[in-house]
């Protein structure tokens, strides 16, 4: 691909050129012109462009000013440019218009960062389709007592459905990453797959468990700050082994030793 804009390391860029996948995403993203979109780093636009044909609004957040100042050059009367970090923007003064799909071909460096500005926000959208690092996109797919659940693993799905759309090769990328990536889409539940009543609590519990891997319940969680005794007590009372590892915990005994903790 010749273009006179040379791709940023700083900013994370590999810009997505296969069109095959671009249309993997669409399919994945079910769009029509009642549809409203989100996009986070449309980069050189070839997802942007097939956005516009589809959906009938279509907003972006671009870091890039060289970038953002390409896509105000299009003056396309259906496209909002927010320019900025997405990372930092104030996405509830900006998407004024829910429930939004968003798509998005992510920077390998901030995935998880904006995974969880995602969970913060989650009430703006419906439907998610991001391109991960396959790495971070087994992690998010990961089953309790593997090397790759984690954090993510347990508070992605409390909120959505997770499934794989497409493998993607370091050739549909300028530059090409040194890495595979991996499509996902995030379908939005009406409810919580659990019953959580302190979201706020329920994440420190589960950060808590994975923060020392290696360590034992009872020794991650006293470290965060848990008094034993209620600690053990809340363990015993859940029929959770204290010498178990978090990782070895469901969504399901999370949410449940959260509730016992919090007590």
Known sequence: MKDEHQPRKRFGQNFL???????????????????RVLEIGPGLGALTNRLLELAGRVEVMEIDRDLVARLEERGHPRLKIHQGDALHLPWN???????????????YNISSQILFRILDHRHLFGRLVLMFQKEVGERLCAAPGTGEYGILSVLCPLWFD???????????????????????????????RVAVDDEAFFRRVVKAAFAQRRKTLRNTLKSAGFAETDLLAALEGCGLDPQARGETLSLEQFARLAAALRR
């Open 17 to 35: 050129r296969d069109l095959s996948v671009v249309e993997r995403i669409l399919e994945a993203a079910r769009l029509d012109r009642n549809s």
């Open 93 to 107: 003064e900006l998407l004024l218009e829910p429930p939004y799909t968003l798509v998005a071909n992510l920077p």
């Open 162 to 192: 997770i499934r794989r759309v497409v493998l993607v090769r370091p050739g549909a990328f300028f530059p090409p990453p040194k890495v595979d990536s991996v499509v996902l889409s995030f379908e939005a539940l009406a409810a919580p």
